[in-house]
């Protein structure tokens, strides 16, 4: 599917800002684009302080559930930490358990099985959970939306602490259904006046952390000990926040940042194992390693196990085990990308079969019984990059189906799946990703209702593809010290984007070659007559025909170094081509 070039046009004081935050006007412009647009500015984009973050009292709730925990401790109650089983609530669950410990308590945890329970708190387990002693039940990055567990907890006398990032449940009129007489740590409820409303689950779990440092410590300052924990935390904290996909500005990006770099110096035993089974031992970290290498290991083991293993990594596990526990990972991450490969070629096939990538359809639903629910996520995940839907995949087994949905930019499936509520028998998530339950017989109903809503909602111009370009360079301006500059804005994520130029014009220097596996990626070099780069289109050597007919093209790229024998070159890795029109 072809993509639409969007150039933003250039910033009109990028050059004043240039020279007063002393970086390039390509620079200034990507900059500018993503709202730093003083010198003041740049300077906290691009080094971020952990002394800048936001103190605990300003996350609602944090600072009374941080003394409800600490009454706990001191009381000798049974706590137990109920975790989502995502990188977010791994971590999340991770830092609280540690937080704990540190503070002199003891707490179990609870981890639901994907497929057999499903996201949140469930009754079932509540009802296990009590009747086992717990006494205080902490959860972590879900509980909003559970009403009505939240009325059998206080029915037997249990306290809850729900802390989460997720929209909460809406009745008809669009008014929050909030869980009653539980204390709530969510930094994006209506009206809660937080000043970081994207913290993730891991986020808010290492703020209730700092929370309980505090309370233990008599004062705002904690000790050295819990400070020290604080700091290597955040390695955990930036996990979750990247994997889950939150705005990395502000705070979450200093958040991000520093725990990046702290995590190859991580003591935990199960983080150093995990950095080594990914290949990453002695690297330096980015957003991109997460995404790519570290979150899917941690996140295989809960859609094809359980991810109580994951937990044990993180918490308990000392260096033998935590090996063993990295090994186990590794081999349910390959078995996952086997299970996604095979559904999502059967899922491309439903599409097509269905009609539903024509042109007047706004949405793809579909469902299987032969489909893992673990993957489906993912596989959703593929199919709105390859088909720009808003898209839910419905694994079915005999009179019930878990189904998981991801969105595009600009249509909320929180608010789409609360629409279709009367299909529905649970649903939860945010604005980019969400998961639901219903019964079998429902599903047709579910589909239709979800389609036609798109429909009234989205027009064809949402579902065009774009490929938003931050500026256009010449080749001769292309650098090391752009590539640094650029280097220094990572991690990359959602609302930073790694950053996206255009040439111009440009003629093809000889002939491209296919390379990589299965001569998948197409080599070239291109010239605008003056200066001559490298480049190279990984996934695109199919466009090597349309490049050789044309033999002039301008490229959206990033700009990348190219260390190989020694030799140091700055070269092209590009995103997309565009070729001259045959009328031109």
């Known amino acids: 599917m072809t993509r639409d070039w969007v150039i933003a046009p250039p910033w009109p004081g990028r050059e004043e800002l240039a020279r007063r935050a002393g970086v390039s006007v390509t620079v200034a412009q990507v900059l500018a684009r993503r709202g730093q647009t003083s010198p003041e500015d740049v300077d906290r984009f691009l080094n971020p302080r952990l002394n800048d973050l936001y103190p605990p009292e300003a996350l609602p709730g944090a600072v009374r559930a941080a003394e409800r925990i600490v009454d706990a401790i001191r009381e000798q109650r049974k706590i137990v930490l109920y975790g989502d089983y995502d990188v977010d609530g791994i971590t999340g669950l991770a830092i609280l358990w540690h937080a704990i410990r540190l503070a002199g308590g003891e707490a179990d945890y609870y981890m639901p099985h994907r497929v057999e329970e499903g996201y949140g708190l469930n009754a079932a387990a509540l009802e296990s959970l009590i009747g086992a002693g717990a006494r205080l039940i902490v959860t972590v990055d879900c509980g909003i939306t559970a009403v009505e567990e939240a009325a059998a907890a206080r029915r037997h006398g249990v306290e809850l602490i729900i802390t989460d990032h997720h929209a909460p449940r809406t009745d008809e009129d669009g008014a929050a259904l909030l869980p009653g007489d539980a204390v709530l740590v969510h930094p994006a409820l209506n009206g809660s006046g937080s ?8 986020g808010v779990a290492l703020k209730l952390a700092w929370a309980i440092a505090q309370q233990c410590s008599g004062g705002s300052r904690a000790t050295p000990e819990f400070r020290d924990f604080l700091v290597n935390a955040t ?30 110096a991580s003591t ?29 290991r941690l996140n295989a083991v809960g859609r094809l ?4 293993l994951a937990v044990e990594l993180l918490t308990r596990a000392d260096e033998g085990e935590a090996r063993r526990i990295a090994r186990v990972l590794e081999q349910h991450n390959a078995t996952r990308r086997t299970l996604e490969g095979r559904i999502t070629g059967e899922a491309r096939e439903k599409v097509r ?23 489906i996520g993912i596989v959703a995940a593929r199919l709105v990059d390859e088909f720009r839907r808003p898209t839910v995949l419905v694994a079915l087994e005999n009179d019930s189906g878990q189904g998981s949905a991801r969105s595009i930019p600009g249509y909320a499936l929180h608010e789409a799946l609360a629409d279709c509520r009367a299909h529905l028998r649970a649903w939860g998530g945010h604005a980019m990703a969400g998961g639901l339950r219903l019964e079998a017989a429902a599903f047709d109903g579910f589909a239709d209702a979800f389609r036609r809503r798109a429909a009234s909602r989205l027009s064809a111009a949402d579902l065009r593809r774009r490929l938003m370009i931050d500026d256009v360079a010449p080749l001769s301006a292309l650098d090391e010290e752009l590539v640094r500059d650029f280097a220094r ?26 390379v990589g596996a299965n001569g998948a990626h197409l080599q070239l070099t291109l010239t605008d007559g003056r200066v001559q780069r490298r480049a190279i289109a990984f996934g695109q050597a199919k466009r090597s025909g349309e490049l050789c007919d044309h033999r002039r093209c301008r490229v959206a790229f990033e700009p990348v170094v190219n260390d190989f024998n020694g030799r140091r070159t700055v070269e092209l890795q590009i995103a997309d081509f565009q070729f001259p029109s045959r009328e031109s």
Request: proline share 8%; with cysteine; hydrophobic share 45%.
């Open 489 to 514: 804005m990572e991690p990359f994520g959602c609302e930073n984007p790694a950053p996206v130029l255009a040439s111009d014009w440009l003629d093809l220097v000889g002939t491209p070659r296919a």
């Open 353 to 375: 079969e269905t009609g539903q990538d024509a042109d007047d359809s706004r949405a793809i639903v579909l469902g299987s019984s032969g489909w893992h629910a673990g993957v």
């Open 268 to 296: 935990l035993p199960g983080v150093v194992a995990l950095i080594d089974a990914a290949g990453l031992a002695n690297a330096r970290l980015t957003g991109a390693d997460v995404g790519f290498r570290l979150a899917p």
């Open 235 to 264: 390695g955990l904290a930036a996990l979750g926040l990247i994997a889950d996909v939150v705005p990395l500005r502000g705070e979450n990006r200093a958040l991000a940042l520093h725990g990046l770099r702290g995590l190859p």
């Open 195 to 202: 000043p970081n409303p994207h913290l993730s689950g891991a």
């Open 305 to 308: 196990g359980h991810a109580r």
